[in-house]
Nanobody, 124 residues
Framework: QVQLVESGGGLAQAGGSLRVSCVASGRTFSNYAMGWFRQAPGKEREFVTV????????YYADSVKGRFTISRDNAKNTVYLQMNSLKPEDTAVYYC?????????????????WGQGTQVTVSS
């Protein structure tokens, strides 16, 4: 089992920045690709970004490309999501997830473990 705990969400103004973190425990963190997903009220969960186990491969949704950056620190069992130039449409609950799949999966069904989520609210 892997336990994932997100933190760092909150309220930001449009154009501002936030960084959310996800700390993993339970198994070897570096065995997993780590992804971020989000779900806005009344909408389906959507892929945001993913980073491979070694940090060499990343993918981003078009909606966040150029504004968000994913990174990981395997020594600290932590994955980060730096969010810049925030927009009101970025408002959502953000979830981190761990995948045993090789590579950097972008489909939620390929993830084995999920955190409880952290709320990000962007005001206009």
């Amino acid at each position: 089992q892997v336990q994932l705990v997100e933190s760092g969400g909150g309220l930001a103004q449009a154009g501002g920045s936030l960084r959310v973190s996800c700390v993993a425990s339970g198994r070897t963190f570096s065995n997993y690709a780590m992804g971020w997903f989000r779900q806005a009220p009344g909408k389906e969960r959507e892929f945001v970004t993913v980073i491979s186990w070694d940090g060499r491969t990343t993918y981003y949704a078009d909606s966040v490309k150029g504004r968000f950056t994913i990174s990981r620190d395997n020594a600290k069992n932590t994955v980060y999501l730096q969010m810049n130039s925030l927009k009101p449409e970025d408002t959502a609950v953000y979830y981190c997830a761990a995948s045993e799949s090789h590579g950097a999966p972008r489909f939620g069904g390929n993830y084995d473990y999920w955190g409880q989520g952290t709320q990000v609210t962007v005001s206009s």
